[in-house]
């Protein structure tokens, strides 16, 4: 039974203008159907959050209460983890071991910015001039549209709904085509939770009529975006039309540098984890392995024993490591890159196929299933070293010297995340240093905190999201002058 799903504006459930067809990416089957907002259910959207930006259901509110509010959405979002990440495994193909533990972590994040709603501060401001007072106010900067894209798409709301609450905004929230189940029944949270009409909104649709039109709406204020390059310059042309203020979180192609002094037991647990989690679906996913020459054979063989041995399957099963990737698109760019790569010198020593149904215990057949895959380069331009695959491909290269690591951690026009695995804590924060990356694990890999602020350099992005600072990027500051003196202002016109 196909399941319907309807968008969340102004306070009201309903049916999109249009619809279309979910796919379980299991099994290649439509399980579900959603709504696709039109240009004019955007409208809508964005001018019920820019009326309850004035609404005083919503502007007279302290901040403590609408700190308030936040914790009552992150009790929720704890106590209906269970059935969100039934839905997000359903329309994403992450295994639900990972989205249950994912997404009852989100509920860390809401708490966060909950305790920071009144913790937003102004100054005063010590001017030259003895009879001013002049102080600065921290306001809500306005209607916010937040474009998430499928993968970790309740984490990557949360570090934007949470700073943008926490400061007075409203916002339009798009999830993506690909997967909006999780999202669009996040909104009954939100609906649950007490929120005022058109405080949030929740949307999901396609290109021109949904996105092109919410990042260039007159009445939005700024756009936080998370997604791909391209799509990013798209949101950047639109964001002309409005002048918005924007933030970019976008993809990356992360090393992880590995020193012949590491531990290579816990190395390559942290490289496994870092690159297969999530079917290397992650913004933040260890891509490229850059190892020094002495450990390479080593450690790749320790890393093609541990892929082998991966369960994948059903991702509704709890005992299933690595699920599909979420849709045949993509399923086919990694075939694409992969034999490029190969025929550019790569060697695949493990993976590189479709499993067959049946081939490994619990495969669906139909699904958008692919092997966890490693590729020995002879040289960093072999495509799947150069092109974020975003899936469970790891590309090796090897280095000499601590200087040649650093200048092929550095050859790439993403810098989101990175990894370094050594003993030496000298050199641990010698190329700590010298990594252009937003994010540096050392000895570990792909840890996260609502505390922590998390963006990349180049093509990874402009911004942070996370942390205490990312609540000031929802404000803007207005200067406030009193004058104290009870003399008259002098006549402009007459010199002294």
Same mark, same amino acid.
């Given at each position: 039974?196909?399941?319907?799903?309807?968008?969340?504006i102004d306070g009201a459930f309903e049916d999109g203008s249009t619809s279309f067809d979910s796919v379980d990416p299991a099994t290649g089957e439509v399980w579900a159907s959603m709504p696709a907002a039109s240009a004019a259910d955007i409208d809508r959207a964005v001018q019920a959050a820019h009326r309850a930006l004035f609404d005083p259901a919503w502007a007279n509110l302290t901040a403590s209460q609408r700190g308030k509010l936040l914790y009552k959405l992150a009790e929720?979002?704890?106590?209906?983890?269970?059935?969100?990440? *039934?839905? @997000?495994? *359903?329309?994403?193909g992450k295994i639900i071991r990972e989205t249950r533990s994912q997404i009852g972590y989100v509920a860390e994040y809401y708490r966060y910015y909950a305790g920071v709603a009144d913790k937003i501060q102004g100054a005063w401001l010590p001017v030259d001039k003895p009879d001013m007072?002049?102080?600065?106010?921290?306001?809500?900067?306005?209607?916010?549209?937040?474009?998430?894209?499928?993968?970790?798409?309740?984490?990557?709301?949360?570090?934007?709904?949470?700073?943008?609450l926490a400061a007075g905004c409203t916002v339009v929230l798009k999830a993506s085509e690909d997967g909006?189940?999780?999202?669009?029944?996040?909104?009954?949270l939100v609906h649950e939770a007490g929120f005022p009409a058109g405080v949030v909104n929740i949307v999901t649709g396609f290109g021109q009529d949904c996105g092109?039109?919410?990042?260039?709406?007159?009445?939005?204020?700024?756009?936080?975006?998370?997604? $791909?390059?391209?799509?990013?310059?798209?949101?950047?042309?639109?964001?002309?039309?409005?002048?918005?203020?924007?933030?970019?979180?976008?993809? $990356?192609?992360?090393p992880v540098l590995v020193f012949d002094d590491a531990d290579l037991d816990s190395t390559a647990n942290a490289v496994v984890a870092g690159i297969f989690a999530a079917t290397g679906q992650s913004c933040v996913a260890g891509s490229r392995l850059v190892v020094q020459r002495g450990i390479h054979a080593a450690l790749l063989e320790r890393l093609v024993a541990k892929a082998a041995t991966i369960r994948i399957g059903n991702p509704q099963n709890v005992d299933t490591e690595m699920g599909p990737l979420a849709t045949?698109?993509?399923?086919?760019?990694? *075939?694409?890159?992969l034999q490029a790569s190969v025929e550019a010198g790569g060697k695949v020593v493990t993976g590189g196929r479709v499993p067959q149904a049946g081939s490994r215990e619990g495969v669906p057949a139909g699904g958008f299933f692919f092997e966890p895959t490693i590729v020995d380069c002879p040289h960093a331009q072999v495509p799947s070293v150069v092109e974020e695959l975003f899936g469970p491909v790891l590309s090796v290269v090897t280095f000499?010297? @601590?200087?040649?690591?650093?200048?092929?951690?550095?050859?790439?026009?993403?810098?989101?995340?990175?990894?370094?695995?050594?003993?030496?804590?000298?050199?641990?924060?010698?190329?700590?240093r010298a990594l252009r990356a937003g994010i540096v694990w050392v000895n570990t890999y792909r840890a996260v905190s609502p505390i922590v602020p998390f963006g990349g350099y180049g093509l990874s992005g402009l911004g942070r999201e996370g942390g205490l600072d990312a609540v000031l990027d929802y404000t803007r500051t207005k200067s406030v002058w009193i004058r104290t003196s009870d003399e008259p202002i002098a006549d402009p016109f007459v010199m002294r």
């Open positions: 039974m196909v399941q319907r799903f309807q968008q969340y929720l979002v704890a106590e209906h983890a269970p059935k969100l990440a *039934q839905l @997000e495994t *359903q329309d994403t007072e002049v102080t600065l106010r921290r306001e809500p900067v306005g209607v916010v549209a937040a474009v998430v894209p499928w993968n970790s798409q309740l984490f990557l709301s949360a570090v934007k709904l949470g700073p943008a909006p189940a999780p999202l669009l029944e996040f909104a009954r092109r039109t919410l990042t260039s709406h007159p009445l939005v204020s700024k756009i936080a975006f998370t997604g $791909g390059p391209e799509t990013a310059r798209h949101v950047v042309r639109n964001s002309a039309e409005n002048l918005a203020a924007t933030s970019l979180e976008l993809g $990356g192609k992360s045949k698109r993509q399923l086919e760019h990694i *075939q694409r890159v000499d010297t @601590e200087a040649d690591a650093i200048r092929l951690a550095n050859d790439t026009r993403y810098g989101l995340a990175s990894g370094v695995f050594t003993r030496s804590l000298t050199r641990a924060h010698r190329v700590t």
